[in-house]
């Protein structure tokens, strides 16, 4: 028999800690999980579930193309989540505006955002994908669920966490009192315990970034990039390896592993377009955010701490910076100095 801590033990336990918890997040996040674990078979599946592969042939809000397991990841997670009797309304990458807890289902006091899949372009090749969520409270005095109840900064998450659907399953997740990971066991359904208190070394030698658009970005980020491509021999005085999965879920895992700097900067051709960044503050920079912070690192747009932004949309996108403190210090650092 496992020795490991369950996730439901562990979460009873810091429940216990808190004599005015009430159970309710704790009864959320087993809803959460049985979502991520229906998804992890469902991706795990591959070209074995033939119907659940390619495009959907249709658009998100924000012009991406969905894939077929986009469509069926979001359905997986509405389905297992919204009868709980926890939420008053959910918000996702892939439907236009927030959902409502149906008049069918008891409602609760909270908002959970999510991003069912997050680097769906991986799904093709085998490559790890996850499942991103960040969880506010309702305001006081809300009944009736709108987008701009959704519209809070990082700073009020409750909880966020992730799945990353890899070699193995892992959930990492955080309640503001540090960051865990559990590694599911597939024999049991149980998630186990497998990295208690996670934190991010301070330094790091190691970048993610995709370098591809280096012309289009502004020039503080050039500048970063190309001191460290001149590694040992350069301002920063040491050799740089570099890393880009293109699933946030991965990339971010990896940092907090073994440390690191993810970023996903401002370019001209969103300036263009008038759009902020790629990636979306609500359920992509906020949750992650938090968790990196709660690890001892730090997430910034370059300009300034990504859960202090006040959101103004649903899908706002945001430039990311986060990772091992002393290196995006540097960056931001950067930003300041242009
Ligand atoms: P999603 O699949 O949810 O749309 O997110 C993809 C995001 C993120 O996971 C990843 O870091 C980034 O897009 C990759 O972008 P590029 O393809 O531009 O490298
Ligand atoms: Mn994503
Ligand atoms: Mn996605």
């Given at each position: 028999m496992s020795q490991r801590t369950s996730f439901y033990k562990f979460i009873s336990e810091e429940q216990r800690e808190h004599p005015f918890a009430s159970g309710k997040l704790t009864g959320l996040l087993l809803e959460v999980l049985s979502a991520c674990k229906k998804i992890a078979h469902l991706t795990g599946n591959g070209e074995l579930a033939n119907e659940a592969?390619?495009?959907?042939g249709s658009e998100n809000v924000q012009g991406e193309t969905q894939k077929k397991l986009d469509i069926l990841s979001n359905d997986l997670f509405i389905e297992s989540t919204e009868?709980?009797?926890?939420?008053?309304g959910m918000a996702s990458e892939e439907m236009d505006h927030c959902r409502q807890i149906p008049a069918v289902f008891p409602r609760g006091r909270y908002l959970i955002t999510f991003d069912p899949l997050d680097g769906s372009s991986n799904i093709d090749i085998n490559v790890s994908v996850g499942t991103i969520f960040s969880i506010l409270e309702l305001p006081e005095g809300v009944e009736d669920v709108k987008d701009?109840?959704?519209?809070?900064?990082?700073?009020?998450?409750?909880c966020a966490g992730y799945c990353l659907y890899g070699t193995s399953t892992m959930l990492v997740l955080t309640t503001g009192r540090g960051v865990n990971g559990f590694t599911l066991d597939p024999s049991t359904g149980d998630f186990l315990l497998?990295?208690?208190d996670i934190k991010i070394p301070v330094d790091t030698n190691e970048y993610s970034i995709n370098q591809s658009y280096s012309r289009h970005w502004q020039p503080p980020m050039k500048r970063y990039i190309d001191e460290c491509l001149q590694?040992?021999?350069?301002?920063?005085g040491k050799d740089y390896n570099m890393r880009w999965v293109a699933s946030m879920v991965a990339d971010v895992h990896r940092l907090l592993c073994r440390g690191g700097i993810f970023m996903y900067p401002m370019d001209q051709r969103m300036e263009a377009k008038g759009v902020?960044?790629?990636?979306?503050?609500?359920?992509?920079?906020n949750p992650m955010s938090f968790i990196v912070e709660q690890a001892g690192g730090m997430a910034s747009t370059g300009y300034e701490r990504i859960m202090d932004i006040e959101p103004t949309a649903l899908h706002q996108r945001v430039p990311v910076v986060l990772g091992s403190s002393n290196e995006v210090e540097r960056v931001v650092g950067y930003h300041r100095q242009a």
């Open positions: 592969m390619g495009s959907a009868w709980c009797g926890y939420l008053a701009e109840h959704f519209l809070q900064s990082g700073a009020k998450q409750v497998t990295m208690p590694g040992a021999d350069g301002p920063l902020g960044g790629k990636l979306r503050l609500l359920y992509e920079a």
